[in-house]
Structures are given as C-alpha cells and as structure tokens.
C-alpha cells in the first residue's frame, strides 16, 4: 500500500500490478485488428494514462478491462484473477458523461448504488457527500441538460466515487470539457486521488493532460495497437499543482512523448 | 511549451466557451417563453385570422355549398341545445376510447417486446410496417365482414388506424436507447431487467408518448372513418345525414365539434405527459 499516494509511488516499491493485461488483442469484425498482443501492469494507487494517436484502440482496451467488450485474445487479472464481465470494484467515467436525462443530479449519483439494491436513504446521503467532494453541492436536484458540460462530468466522477470501486477507469473524462475547466478538473482530479487513493486507467490524447496527471504513460502505437513505450514522469506533486507545469521534468516528458508520437504521423 | 499550447487553447476556449455555457440556457429560456410567455395572444390571432378568412369566402360565397363561420357556429349553439351533438358524440366517443385504450396498453405493449426481443420483431414489424403503409380507408370496409356495424366494428376501425404509429414509435424508441447509457448500467452492474426499467424504458418514454398522441389522432380518423363507411351512427352520421339534406352549417358544424376535441384531446394528452410522467420537461 506504500505506492498509495503519487508522491510515494516514485519510490518504484516491488510492482504490486491490481490491473494486469496479458497478450489482449481484439480484432472487430470485418477483420480490423484493434489491439495485438497488450501487457501492461498497473500499479495499486498509481495512475496510468493509455495514449496515443487515435483510432489506437485505447477506449477499446479500457472497455475490455471495465468488462464491457470481451476480447478476442488474452485475458485482463484484476487481482490475479481473470475479468468476465463488469465488477464492483472497477467503475467507469464515461467520454460522452453518459448521464441519465430523465434523472436528477442526486439520482444520476447514486445510480450505482440504486442498482446493487441499497436503501434510498443511505444512498443519497453517500450521493450527496460524493457531490459535495466533486464541489457540486447545491446542484443534487437539477436535471443534467441544466448543467455546463464541466459540471455534467463532475456528476459522472461523483457517481463513479460513490459505488466506492478501488479502480476507477476514465475514458477521456475532459474531452467534451472546454480548455479551463479541463486544466481546473486535472487539479481537482490530483487533489481528489491524494485523498482517495484510488488505481486509476486513464485514456487521453492530450500529451500534456497525460504527463500532468500521471504515475506511469503506456504510449499505444498506431492501429493495430501495440505498447510503444511506457514512460515514467516522475514529477513531484506535492504542493502547489500550477508549479508543475512549469518543472523541467515535466516538460521534458513532454518532449520526449511527442518524439515517440510523431513517428506515426509522419509515416 | 505549455504556454504556447495555453495561449492557442486560450482563445480558442474562450470562443467555445459561451456557447456551452450561454446559449443552452438561453435557448431553453426561449422555449419556455414561446410557450408561455407571448405565444397565447399569437395563437389567437391565428384562429381570428382563419375565422375571419371563413366569414369572407362563406360570404362571398365561394360556393351554394360553404356555410359562413357565423351561420355554422349559429348551427353549432342549435344542435348542442337540443342534444342532437351529445346523442352523436355518446355514440362516437365509445368505441373511440375503447379503442385508444385498447391500442395505448397494448399497442405499446408491442412495440416495446418488438424493440426488446428479436423474435418478436421478425415476427411483428412487417405488419405493422405494412398496415401504416396501407391506406387504411381502403381497410376498413372489409372490417364490416367479419365484425358487422357494430360497436366492435368501430372499435376496430379506431384500433385498425391507431395501432401502427403507436407500435412502431415505441419500437423505435426502445431501439434508440443511447448505447453509452447500456454500457453505463452494465458497468454499474445493472441485470437486464433494471436495465429495461430503469434506462431503456424511460429514455423511450418520449417517443412512446409522441406515438400515442399521434395514436389518439389517428383514432379519431378511424372512428370517423367507420362511421361515413360503415355504420351510419354518431359524428359520422351527422355529418353525412346534413350533407345529404344540404343543411351545410350543421354539416361544417358537425365537422368543427369533431376538429375542436381531436386537437383538444390531443393538447390534454400532451399536458398529462409533461406534468405527470417527465419532470425534466417542467424544469426549463
């Protein structure tokens, strides 16, 4: 549990994989080949970024471990033991929110519990915490098509932190999300895991989105999808967030991403 | 490098900012104001415009045969004062809600099972593709062979009408439902049947309740329709017994009284779905 908080996790304590990928391919009909033989790792309390050019099968290998497409080859171990189907301990944020439009904020949040059966009461009130914790309060009874599009993300995070999953999977959370309230989301986004502590799978293509908020990169190559090269920022990030930014290392991680990624689009 | 990307993504942002933020809810304002605010005194400018536009080309006349608006409302106060319209309307409005009930539980019915079952749709959607191509008019005079001109005749000429838009605007409802809002239950861990429940059913809510409305006004043309063709009784009697006694304003009387509580039924129905079943619709 020692690589529970980012700081710490740099130590590279003895890879203690929650998540582990081995030889997933996915090949869709038609004969397109998503994803060739992936192994990846993912350390407990870290997060991992998936990135790389699109069309790379990242949202593909993210679904396949939340359990939603099965793949045509290899398997994903959540803690050793083989994924077939959704889990309780692995919740998804949804690119597109995916909120119920019929649904309060509140009933939005708490819609993961309401499906494992716990009394109204109960729920709600862990909704209401969990929306107060991605600093929504206030907004627990309007209805989505009321809310910016950063707000309605903030439901999604909320309701993927209140089923309390110690894996959270986030399938390019900020995509739909306009510059500001992105770089605001990626500080809230740290801010909330120092606290949480969760092993979190992140999907983006933003090369500087990934490098900000990650333990570990997995840069993807091209279709078919392949791990091109893992990358380590190392940054610290304890204190102020803005600083990072601003760090040598950081930018020379970045740097040294786009080196990796320009390959596939000059060839 | 940052900066740079801050300074392009700047601007950028800031262009597509207030659209997400300003216009949405401007819009929504703008709906909700066409609804309420100025649209009441525009609608009835429309109806005094029409109306007015009926005095003039009955006075004109346009026709031996084209009633002016006046004389036909005269008409109309005539026959709902001796009952003539309550005694048509007791027979019509029968078969009519029978049929609408019939059709709104289980015709609905249908459409959802065809949207949530393969089989059932091999086996269903070419009927009901086939009957809302078919001109129906052309139907229901074959209706008097097997159920007479009875009340169930009528019945079925309403069913016959109303069925094929309701079974197909819930099947298409149901098979619209959002994939990512399916792949968000099923991550959530939702069984197949809270998945019905809980998220197909209600995002199909909207277009079942559109094919019902559209349903309840076919069924109107249904009931109507039995009445000129097969059994001359209620609405449908009235207006072919004054045309063929060329008492043209009760016969366009008889015509209005129909148009009036088709569009009034419908607007009803249309209020029930807002207030009791889609709260979301209330909040602008």
């Known amino acids: ?267 | 490098m940052p900066e740079r990307t801050s300074g392009t993504a700047g601007p950028l942002a800031e262009r597509r900012s207030p659209t997400i933020d300003e216009i949405a809810p401007a819009a929504a304002a703008g709906a909700g104001s066409q609804r309420r605010g100025s649209s009441p005194l525009l609608r009835l400018l429309s109806v005094v415009l029409v109306l007015g536009l009926w005095e003039w080309g009955g006075r004109i006349p346009i026709s031996l045969s084209f009633p002016t608006c006046s004389q036909t409302l005269a008409a109309l106060a005539t026959m709902l004062a001796d009952g003539t319209l309550l005694a048509a309307y007791a027979d019509t409005i029968r078969p009519l809600i029978i049929g609408l009930v019939l059709c709104g539980v289980g015709a609905a019915a249908a459409g959802i099972a065809m949207g949530l079952s393969r089989t059932i749709e091999w086996f269903g959607l070419p009927v009901f593709v086939i009957l809302q191509a078919a001109p129906s008019a052309a139907i229901v005079p074959v209706i008097t062979y097997v159920y007479g001109i009875g009340l169930a005749a009528k019945v079925f000429a309403v069913v016959l009408l109303s069925a094929p838009v309701i079974v197909l605007n819930a099947y298409k409802g149901i098979r619209h439902t959002s994939p990512s809002l399916l792949d968000m239950s099923r991550s959530f861990l939702a069984s197949r049947r809270q998945q019905v429940t809980k998220i197909v059913l209600p995002s199909a809510s909207g277009l079942i309740f559109a094919g019902m409305r559209l349903g309840a006004a076919q069924g109107f043309t249904g009931v109507i329709l039995a009445e000129l063709l097969i059994t001359p009784t209620g609405v449908g009697d009235l207006i072919t017994y004054y045309r063929s006694v060329a008492d043209y304003p009760k016969m366009f009387a008889s015509i209005l009284s129909i148009i009036v509580i088709a569009s009034v039924t419908i607007t009803l129905l249309q209020k029930i779905e807002e207030t009791v079943f889609r709260p979301e619709l209330r909040q602008a």
């Open chain 1, 1 to 267: 549990m020692a690589g529970a908080i980012p700081t710490a996790s740099r130590s590279e304590a003895p890879p203690d994989h929650v998540v582990e990928a081995r030889g997933v391919s996915m090949v869709y009909p038609g004969n397109v080949t998503a994803l060739a033989g992936v192994d990846i790792g993912f350390a407990r309390g870290q997060l991992t970024t998936l990135l790389g050019p699109s069309g790379c099968g990242k949202t593909t290998l993210l679904k396949i471990i939340a359990g939603l497409i099965e793949p045509t080859g290899g398997e994903i171990l959540i803690e050793g033991r083989p994924v077939r189907g959704p889990g309780p301990e692995r919740a998804f944020v949804f690119q597109d929110f995916a909120l119920m439009p019929w649904a309060t904020v509140l009933r939005n949040v708490a819609f993961g519990l309401e499906l494992r059966g716990v009394p109204k009461a109960e729920r709600e009130e862990i909704a209401r915490r969990c929306i107060a914790e991605v600093r929504l309060a206030g907004f627990e009874h309007s209805y989505p098509h009321q809310l910016s599009g950063g707000m309605r993300q903030r439901v999604g995070l909320a309701r993927a932190l209140a089923v309390d999953a110690e894996i959270l999977l986030m399938d390019e959370p900020f995509a739909s999300v306009d510059e500001q309230t992105r770089r605001k989301f990626q500080e809230d986004l740290l801010a909330l895991l120092e606290v949480e502590k969760k092993t979190v799978i992140f999907v983006t293509h933003s090369i500087e989105e990934a490098v900000y908020v990650s333990d570990q990169i997995v840069l993807l190559s091209e279709r078919p999808g392949r791990v091109s090269k893992i990358v380590r920022p190392g940054l610290d990030r304890s204190g102020d967030f803005e600083r990072i930014r601003r760090e040598r290392a950081y930018l020379d991680c970045v740097d040294e991403i786009w080196n990796v990624l320009k390959r596939y689009l000059e060839d």
